[in-house]
């Protein structure tokens, strides 16, 4: 059974930046396809980004790509979300999410196999 452990979210001002780290355990978790969703206060989670087991290809949503960036690092199991400008309305949990196979669309939280617990990410303005 695979486990994801977010960490790094906070407290920031506008415009600091956070690195988001989200760790895998159990099972075959280098093959896995990872992604990063959030979720502010009364909303529906919404997908992020997304990378391949093997890093090569990764996909950010336009409205936070030219902020965000998705890596991982399979010798340490890990997926990171780089976030930099960030913006009041930026405020939500952050969750890791993976699937055993990339499933089609990438932006469904149905496609996903493993959830982490999330980690809150606040900025003040």
């Known amino acids: 059974q695979v486990q994801l452990v977010e960490s790094g979210g906070g407290l920031v001002q506008a415009g600091d930046s956070l690195r988001l780290s989200c760790v895998a355990s159990g099972g075959t978790s280098r093959t896995l396809f990872m992604a990063w969703f959030r979720q502010a206060p009364g909303n529906e989670r919404e997908f992020l980004a997304c990378?391949?087991?093997?890093?090569?290809?990764?996909y950010v949503e336009d409205f936070v790509k030219d902020r965000f960036t998705i890596s991982r690092d399979n010798d340490n199991n890990a997926v990171y979300l780089q976030m930099n400008d960030l913006k009041p309305n930026d405020t939500a949990v952050y969750y890791c999410a993976a699937s055993r196979v990339p499933r089609f669309p990438y932006i469904q939280t149905s496609s996903y196999d493993y959830w982490g617990q999330g980690t809150q990410v606040s900025v003040s303005s």
């Open positions: 990378i391949s087991s093997g890093g090569r290809t990764t």
